[in-house]
């Protein structure tokens, strides 16, 4: 049963381009992935996130160790546009920790999840440089 608080009602969609996949001569492969926004219809998207439009061009990170790295400006975009400061944002597949990265540079709590112990450590690692406490107050 869906109660009249499911994340339902509210549906928008974006693309992020290129995936730098290769083309052949036979065909075109995809290079755009969709990103679904599903939400509560009492959810407004923020301000900050006006004039995004529908194809974002965000290219992939490099120097990470994992075979396919978030990128961080994607995950930024995502979590400033979607959330409000102080809000959590939980991360299923938590991989190198890039959400984690764009949640603490921008004031929002995070949950991670990573079955790999390879990828934890990774995640750790990346971030440390943003879990110091840089003021008292």
């Known amino acids: 049963m869906v109660s009249s608080t499911s994340f339902i009602p509210f549906l928008n969609s974006a693309s992020a381009f290129p995936k730098d996949l290769p083309i052949s001569g036979s065909f075109f492969a995809p290079n755009t992935e969709r990103i ?3 939400a509560k219809p009492e959810w407004k ?8 439009g529908e194809v974002w061009k965000i290219t992939p990170d490099k120097g990470i160790n994992h075979p396919a790295p978030f990128p961080l400006k994607l995950a930024k975009k995502i979590i ?3 959330t409000n400061e102080g ?3 939980y991360d299923p597949f ?4 890039t959400t984690a990265i764009a949640c603490l540079q921008h004031k929002r709590n995070y949950i991670g ?3 790999s112990n390879e990828y934890v450590e990774l ?3 990346r971030l440390k440089p943003y879990e110091m406490q840089t003021s008292l107050f």
């Open 113 to 115: 999840s990573e079955l």
């Open 36 to 38: 679904y926004i599903i």
């Open 123 to 125: 995640s750790k690692q």
């Open 45 to 52: 998207p923020n301000k900050e996130c006006l004039g995004f």
């Open 94 to 97: 938590m991989g190198s920790g």
């Open 87 to 89: 809000a959590i944002v």
């Open 80 to 82: 400033v546009s979607s």
